[in-house]
């Protein structure tokens, strides 16, 4: 398949971007690294008149390190985070996580934000900054709002955007010293997207417990105190678990194979490490 006719504006700034995405009345698309809407260009399942090109922003590819946060540009790609240039003090789990995602030449190409913005319920990075409680930053012309990763995504490949907004940027807190991520995916083979996902923080010194299953038919499940699935010996509870299953339509008996597979190994990593 072959994309219908568009054209091509390079936004030189924020304001220009969503000036243009104001103008076009809805038929206008941001595109970075193009890693999931340039298969859907192809497949016609999106048609838009304009691409806006917004690669060239530099507020869009900063890195900020502050002593709570650290504030990524919707344009850093996965390998720039896998590469390190996230400043370490508690996120080195999301370079870990970011060298498994996809293969090497999606990850040069592919951006956090566009991850985010296109929100694939199996996407790495959707349950990962679920799971890490991080903030987006929605721009508007000079106008800024800040939300919740996980209001952001409001469904399967849906977003909280409004029709001349865009993301700007993700806002990523620091973990304690002694907090302890883990993620595994259940997938067919090393680069898919996964059939499951868990993503669990313990971060103790802030009353941290949080677990998110990932790769479900909408936006993950987010469990905020997951010390109600534990037993004693920190071993999960799996009638507690099939409880948040049976809550959320996950019925399936290989698909919930999948998920206790994927909670039940993030977890051991979460305990153990």
């Given at each position: 398949?072959?994309?219908?006719?568009?054209?091509?504006?390079?936004?030189?700034?924020?304001a220009?971007?969503?000036?243009?995405?104001?103008?076009?009345?809805?038929?206008?698309?941001?595109?970075?690294?193009?890693?999931?809407?340039?298969?859907?260009?192809?497949?016609?399942?999106?048609?838009?008149?304009?691409?806006?090109?917004?690669?060239?922003?530099?507020?869009?590819?900063?890195?900020?390190?502050?002593?709570?946060?650290?504030?990524?540009?919707?344009?850093?790609?996965?390998?720039?985070?896998?590469?390190?240039?996230?400043?370490?003090?508690?996120?080195?789990?999301?370079?870990?996580?970011?060298?498994?995602i996809?293969?090497?030449?999606?990850?040069?190409?592919?951006?956090?934000?566009g991850?985010?913005?296109?929100?694939?319920?199996?996407?790495?990075?959707?349950?990962?900054?679920?799971?890490?409680?991080?903030?987006?930053?929605?721009?508007?012309?000079?106008?800024?709002?800040?939300?919740?990763?996980?209001?952001?995504?409001?469904?399967?490949?849906?977003?909280?955007?409004?029709?001349?907004?865009?993301?700007?940027a993700?806002?990523?807190?620091?973990?304690?010293?002694q907090?302890?991520?883990?993620?595994?995916?259940?997938?067919?083979?090393?680069?898919?997207?996964?059939?499951?996902?868990?993503?669990?923080?313990?971060?103790?010194?802030?009353?941290?417990?949080?677990?998110?299953?990932?790769?479900?038919?909408?936006r993950?499940?987010?469990?905020?105190?997951?010390?109600?699935?534990?037993?004693?010996?920190?071993?999960?509870?799996?009638?507690?678990?099939?409880?948040?299953?049976?809550?959320?339509?996950?019925?399936?008996?290989?698909?919930?194979?999948?998920?206790?597979?994927?909670?039940?190994?993030?977890?051991?990593?979460?305990?153990?490490?």
């Amino acid at each position: 398949m072959k994309p219908v006719a568009f054209d091509i504006v390079r936004a030189g700034s924020i304001a220009e971007a969503t000036r243009i995405l104001a103008e076009a009345n809805g038929s206008a698309r941001l595109v970075a690294g193009a890693q999931s809407l340039g298969p859907m260009l192809n497949l016609r399942l999106a048609q838009p008149r304009i691409l806006v090109d917004i690669t060239g922003i530099p507020e869009l590819t900063r890195i900020e390190d502050a002593a709570d946060a650290v504030t990524i540009g919707a344009c850093v790609t996965t390998a720039n985070i896998e590469d390190g240039r996230l400043p370490g003090r508690g996120l080195q789990a999301m370079a870990d996580i970011a060298a498994h995602i996809a293969y090497r030449a999606v990850r040069n190409r592919g951006t956090i934000g566009g991850s985010l913005c296109h929100a694939d319920p199996s996407a790495d990075w959707v349950s990962t900054l679920y799971a890490l409680g991080a903030e987006c930053i929605i721009a508007s012309g000079q106008n800024r709002r800040r939300l919740p990763a996980d209001q952001f995504v409001t469904g399967a490949y849906e977003n909280a955007l409004g029709p001349h907004e865009m993301l700007e940027a993700i806002r990523v807190p620091r973990l304690s010293a002694q907090a302890r991520c883990g993620y595994y995916k259940v997938c067919r083979k090393v680069g898919e997207f996964a059939l499951a996902i868990g993503a669990v923080l313990q971060d103790r010194e802030r009353s941290q417990f949080r677990l998110v299953i990932g790769a479900t038919k909408g936006r993950p499940i987010v469990i905020p105190d997951m010390r109600e699935l534990s037993r004693a010996g920190n071993t999960l509870d799996h009638g507690a678990l099939a409880a948040v299953f049976d809550r959320h339509g996950i019925v399936d008996r290989i698909d919930r194979r999948q998920k206790i597979a994927a909670v039940e190994r993030a977890y051991a990593l979460a305990v153990s490490s």
